[in-house]
């Protein structure tokens, strides 16, 4: 069972930013890398969905909902540590 939005950009970055506040609150330390990697995952993930063996079609409007999650996603872990007390 799959919980999926009708609309694919907001199910993009819904996933972006899940995986942004998530990886955010979990290694704070690193947020720098943590951003680096996910831009990246995005553009490998529309690079691969545009190569005819997969069949899908290539985006670069997901990689920008993918970062425009991502924007959410640190927004939301910020307002987490504050919530609960400032963690770095």
């Known amino acids: ?45 529309e690079l691969l969905q545009g190569m005819q063996l997969i069949g899908r079609d290539m985006s670069i409007f997901d990689w920008f909902a993918d970062c425009a999650g991502m924007a959410c996603g640190l927004t939301f872990a910020g307002w987490t540590k504050r919530l609960v007390g400032g963690l770095p």
């Open 1 to 45: 069972m799959a919980f999926t939005f009708d609309h694919d950009k907001l199910n993009h970055a819904t996933a972006f930013a899940v995986l942004t506040a998530l990886g955010s609150i979990g290694w704070p330390e690193h947020k720098a890398r943590l951003i680096v990697l996910l831009v990246l995952t995005g553009a490998a993930i």
